[in-house]
């Protein structure tokens, strides 16, 4: 069965998985961001074209009737439909969906009827983002704008990579769009650059103060011991370390981290030195 897909949520490197060492040494393919609304279309069993939005699978009626008034609407349900019947391809198709007039953001010019301009195909047998190069031939063959490759880089380093960013932002403004995406295709890692967002210099984490939170109450302690015994449920099992210790350990660390306390490093200790009668009653 074929079902929308929405299209993923995209931050800058910097708030990747591994803060953009995922990226070093690959190949990375920039593209301009245009400013608009994500639209994407597909077909389902039946040959009904879909219209979604960013993050609803039914786009409202009005984006949708604007969608239908470009003129690439006829064109990208044509090729949705002719992979489908000749090729048995089934494609979700995603574009930006520049209305007539001021973009969102007004960073681009004033548009004098609305276009959507393609980005990106999720080929749903393979379960991946087409590779841009076959992008640009269905674009090509079907006569549908995309995005404008601004260049393919290989950074060695975060610092390149951070220059890399700086270059493609520098054109975005020069050039009126709203940012930078960067794609490497085979481990699909995509992430975005903006030209409106300040420039933050971030502390490094292992430059982090380390912080000193107050010792666990003893009162914490004891309730994180109770949980600990509920959820073992059997006196016979408690009394033996090796059932309890693990359920205590998660129990006294989920408590601290909770209430933002310290915990006590002694966790044997603690359970040894806690009487049964105390756990069960109190």
Same mark, same amino acid.
């Given at each position: ?60 009626? +009005? %984006? ?8 690439? @609407?006829? $064109?990208?349900?044509?090729?949705? /439909? =002719? *992979? ?72 060695? +380093? %975060? ?8 270059? @493609?932002? $520098?054109?975005?403004?020069?050039? /009126? =769009? *709203?940012?930078?995406?960067?794609k490497n295709y ?19 984490r292992d430059k ?23 959820e073992l449920n ?49």
């Amino acid at each position: 069965m074929i079902s929308w897909k929405k299209y993923k949520d995209l931050e800058p490197f910097v708030r990747l998985r591994y803060e953009g060492r995922e990226l070093l040494g690959k190949e990375i393919l920039f593209t301009e961001k245009r400013d608009g609304s994500n639209i994407s279309l597909w077909l389902d069993e039946k040959n009904k074209v879909h219209i979604s939005s960013h993050n609803l699978e039914i786009a409202d009626e +009005s %984006l949708t009737n604007a969608m239908k008034s470009t003129p690439e @609407y006829p $064109k990208i349900v044509e090729l949705l /439909k =002719r *992979e489908k019947q000749d090729y048995n391809n089934d494609f979700i198709a995603y574009g930006e969906l520049l209305l007539k007039g001021k973009t969102p953001t007004r960073i681009e010019l004033p548009k004098k009827k609305a276009h959507w301009i393609l980005f990106d195909m999720w080929v749903v047998f393979d379960e991946r983002y087409l590779d841009y190069s076959r992008l640009y031939q269905y674009a090509y063959q079907y006569k549908i704008p995309i995005v404008k490759v601004l260049g393919t880089e290989s950074p060695t +380093s %975060l610092e390149e990579l951070q220059q890399m960013k700086e270059k @493609y932002l $520098k054109w975005c403004k020069a050039h /009126k =769009r *709203e940012g930078v995406v960067g794609k490497n295709y085979p481990e699909q890692i995509f992430f975005k650059e903006k030209i409106d967002l300040p420039k933050i210099k971030r502390i490094p984490r292992d430059k982090l103060p380390k912080s000193t939170l107050p010792p666990m109450p003893e009162e914490k302690i004891l309730r994180a011991l109770q949980h600990a015994y509920d959820e073992l449920n059997d006196e016979d099992k408690w009394r033996n370390p090796k059932y309890a210790m693990p359920i205590v350990a998660k129990h006294i660390s989920t408590e601290a981290t909770e209430h933002y306390y310290e915990p006590p490093r002694n966790f044997y200790g603690i359970y040894l030195n806690t009487p049964i009668e105390k756990i069960k009653h109190d």
